[in-house]
């Protein structure tokens, strides 16, 4: 069973950066697509950015492209999510989660496996 593990999280001012980290330690994670997901409070659960197993398909949710970039490291079993300037908007518990199709998704219904999240606040 895949278990993905989400790191990175924290609290910035606005205009700050993160970076976010997905690891899957002992897993091969080339074989599976990468998807991050966010949720805020008393809201649903959002698509932010994918990325396939090769690393060669990547895609972003409007509200975060230019500001966020999605990228892999299969030699580590480890995705990334550089988050730059931050707005409060941002605020929520991000997720990264796993389809076994390889594909770049943004459908919570095609990720097979969840990370328990990270909770990233930004705030002055």
């Known amino acids: 069973q895949l278990q993905l593990e989400e790191s990175g999280g924290g609290l910035v001012q606005p205009g700050g950066s993160l970076r976010l980290s997905c690891a899957a330690p002992?897993?091969?994670?080339?074989?599976?697509?990468i998807g991050w997901f966010r949720q805020a409070p008393g809201k649903e659960r959002d698509w932010v950015s994918c990325i396939s197993g090769s690393g060669r398909t990547i895609s972003y949710a409007d509200s975060v492209k230019g500001r966020f970039t999605i990228s892999r490291d299969n030699t580590r079993n480890t995705a990334y999510l550089q988050m730059n300037s931050l707005e409060p908007e941002d605020t929520a518990v991000y997720y990264c989660a796993a389809n076994r199709l390889a594909i770049c998704s943004r459908r919570i219904s095609d990720m097979n496996y969840w990370g328990k999240g990270t909770l990233v606040t930004v705030s002055s």
């Open positions: 002992g897993f091969t994670l080339g074989s599976y697509g």
